[in-house]
């Protein structure tokens, strides 16, 4: 079964932020999504994980 995958919109909701401030931060290289095949963003598991982490030592 492959890993569950989410979309900018569950990672915006997830994190409470807009999903604004993530198409940011893919912008700036500062988060790299995985690309689905129409070349929309995608985060695993593990990549909200880091995600998250990286977003508390911002705050």
């Known amino acids: 079964m ?3 995958q989410y979309n900018l ?3 915006a909701e997830r994190i ?3 999903r604004l ?3 940011y931060w893919i912008k700036k290289d500062w988060i790299r ?3 689905d095949y129409r070349g ?3 985060f695993t598991e593990t990549d909200v994980k880091k995600i998250v ?3 508390k030592k911002l705050q």
């Open 2 to 4: 492959p890993p569950k």
């Open 9 to 11: 919109t569950q990672l």
């Open 16 to 18: 409470k932020v807009h």
């Open 21 to 23: 401030t993530i198409y």
């Open 33 to 35: 999504p995985r690309r």
């Open 40 to 42: 929309y963003p995608v």
């Open 53 to 55: 982490q990286w977003h």
